[in-house]
């Protein structure tokens, strides 16, 4: 009974899982239709006929290195559990991979699984390091606010309002931080009662270790201010090769562009990324980078649609290889990595 119960769970998870792709793409198919409405098509070719593959491999390889950063991030937040240079890597690529191939991200939780698998760490504590890993993205906001009256931009209501919810986020998970260090057992028991309360019964008895190791992991890490600052340098180092990363794309269609622009364009770029994006992000790179460089800070549109044209195709490519040549080498196939990623809770049905 045990087992044909597991059985229907993954039955259903697969379908869901296949709607929400099918509705996936075709949002992102109404986005990439949308998107061709507002370019002049004729001369998004021009920009792309004259591509420099020189730019294009540079801004590739500096692609890649900002993930190979937030990788090193993601390590230093595990300590004091001992992950490998290249163990690190491997696994943030693939996690990376996942998100972008999946509808719903689910990453983050392949990447804990994958981690317990080859490292034993609970994905307890791991989980704990990729949430700050994540949200050390989100810190951008902080400096980049105060600093826009002094950059001479002129910020759209949509620009304002997105940087504007980052921040609330920011606000809001530091003032949640705050509530389980100084009322730890308080908010334990706000997290445990109702989850206890949704779960069947072999599956109420781990959620209670599970999520007190889960938030005394986060607490730890919080009270190593040392940790980090080291955290915050490899931040302040993927934002720079981000914004490299569009400088030398802008460059590869032919596009010079202001650092500030950069800088300020591509951070608006990813913040938009909190939201939901359709499978391998299908349209949704090309509109939110029109509204956000042409829209908002007055690019040529003929440029900027180029430039997403071009890197989204080669991004992917980027990610695809790299995801699948970090599995390979350690030894997992794919569909066994997004298996991973609903095997907590495949473990607690049965």
């Known amino acids: ?25 075709l949002v992102g198919a ?25 730019f294009a491999l540079l801004c590739g390889a500096v692609f890649l290195g900002a993930y190979v950063v937030r990788a090193m991030r993601w390590r230093c937040l595990l300590r004091p559990c001992e992950v490998s240079v290249g163990r690190a890597v491997a696994i943030y690529q693939v996690g990376t991979f996942v998100n972008w191939l999946l509808p719903l991200r689910g990453g983050e939780i392949a990447m804990s699984m994958l981690l317990r698998r080859s490292n034993g760490i609970p994905v307890s504590r ?12 989100l810190l ?13 931009l002129h910020l759209s209501r949509m620009l304002w309002l997105l940087l504007l919810l980052a921040l609330a986020v920011v606000v809001l998970a530091a003032l949640v931080l705050a509530f389980f260090a100084f009322r730890r057992e308080q908010a334990l028991g706000l997290l445990i009662r109702p989850l206890s309360a949704l779960l069947p019964g072999a599956a109420r008895e781990r959620v209670e270790p599970f999520v007190v190791q889960f938030v005394d992991t986060l607490l730890a ?3 190593r201010p040392r940790l980090l600052l080291i955290a915050g340098a490899y931040t302040v180092v993927a934002i720079g090769l981000d914004a490299l990363f569009c400088l030398l794309a802008f460059r590869a269609v032919g596009l010079h562009v202001a650092v500030p622009v950069v800088l300020y364009g591509y951070t608006f770029y990813n913040l938009s990324f909190i939201l939901p994006t359709p499978p391998g992000q299908i349209g949704s790179n090309e509109l939110v980078g029109l509204l956000i460089f042409s829209g908002a800070f007055g690019l040529n549109r003929s440029a900027v649609g180029a430039l997403f044209l071009f890197s989204h195709p080669w991004t992917a490519i980027l990610m695809t290889i790299s995801g699948l040549a970090c599995l390979s080498v350690m030894g997992i196939g794919l569909r066994s990595t997004l298996r991973l990623a609903t095997a907590q809770r495949e473990e607690e049905a049965a």
Request: hydrophobic share 55%; proline share 4%.
């Open 1 to 25: 009974m045990e087992l044909a119960s597991v059985s229907r769970i993954r039955i259903a998870r697969a379908r869901t899982m296949a709607l929400r792709t099918i509705v996936g793409l």
């Open 30 to 54: 109404i986005l990439i239709a949308t998107f061709l409405r507002l370019v002049n098509v004729g001369g998004v070719y021009q920009h792309l006929a004259r591509l420099s593959v020189t």
């Open 126 to 137: 791991s989980l704990a390091a990729v949430g700050m890993d994540k949200a050390m993205d």
């Open 140 to 152: 951008s906001v902080v400096p980049l606010l105060p600093l826009v009256p002094f950059t001479r």
């Open 221 to 223: 890490l919080i009270r």
